[in-house]
């Protein structure tokens, strides 16, 4: 069955840390993934997506996300965080041609101003 | 643009009461999907309605949970009787349809407690 890891359940950081949530799934065909966000009282929100091509992606808010196939994974990045980014991160995963997304648990991060 | 809207934001219920959430999508999406999220764990895919059919209802928990799509515009999701293991937060998502894939966006959810 279909499964997203994310390794870090709360994470803690100061302003202009760099930070890196993990992601890893188990699935062995073509998929599409994605990171969302949550922040307090809001819907979740699409950070950035990859469908294929370049394994980098780049979203929105300074966020960035690698695919690397061979590890299955799709770990977050952000080179310098802000109060801001206080949020639930959620990454998750699904076939192409269908939105029936297999999500993580979320990551809860909190920005220390 | 209107986004996908969720009512009631929050509700409290007694067990074996009935509650009905219902979602209004994004105007023209015809796809709209029900996710739901308990407490401390992962968001699960609950069904799927393309405009009035339901596409697949394989994340339904059990027969307590009916999802209806009259009409093909708003969704309810009716739990009768509730139970204290339904407490969690129910998303509505919506999409128009992309080969590729796309982009579906979420409601705010409606958060549920079953007391």
């Known amino acids: 069955a279909q499964s997203v890891s994310q390794h870090n359940h709360h994470v803690i950081l100061s302003e202009a840390a760099s930070l890196e949530l993990g992601c890893n799934y188990s699935y062995g065909g073509t998929v599409n993934l994605f990171w969302y966000v949550q922040y307090p009282g809001q819907h979740l929100q699409l950070l950035l997506k990859y469908f294929s091509g370049d394994p980098l992606v780049k979203g929105i808010k300074g966020f960035e996300a690698e695919f690397i196939k061979s590890k299955f994974s799709f770990n977050l990045r952000k080179p310098s965080v802000q109060w801001s980014d206080t949020a639930e991160y959620f990454c998750?995963?699904?076939?192409?041609?269908?939105?029936?997304?297999?999500f993580g648990t979320g990551t809860r991060l909190k920005v220390l101003a | 643009e209107a986004g996908v809207t969720q009512f009631p934001s929050h509700s409290v219920i007694e067990k074996g009461q009935t509650v009905t959430l219902r979602c209004d999508p994004i105007?023209?999406?015809?796809?709209l999907y029900w996710y739901r999220r308990v407490m401390g764990k992962e968001i699960k895919f609950l069904l799927h309605f393309v405009k009035e059919s339901k596409q697949d209802e394989s994340g339904m928990p059990n027969n307590r949970f009916l999802a209806e799509r009259t009409g093909g515009t708003y969704s309810t999701l009716k739990v009768q009787p509730a139970e204290l293991e339904d407490s969690g937060v129910y998303f509505c998502?919506?999409?128009?349809?992309?080969?590729?894939?796309?982009?579906?966006?979420f409601g705010e959810g409606s958060w549920l407690t079953v007391v």
């Open positions: 998502a919506s999409t128009t349809w992309a080969p590729g894939g796309n982009t579906i966006y």
């Open positions: 998750a995963v699904g076939q192409p041609g269908t939105y029936k997304y297999i």
């Open positions: 105007s023209g999406h015809d796809n």
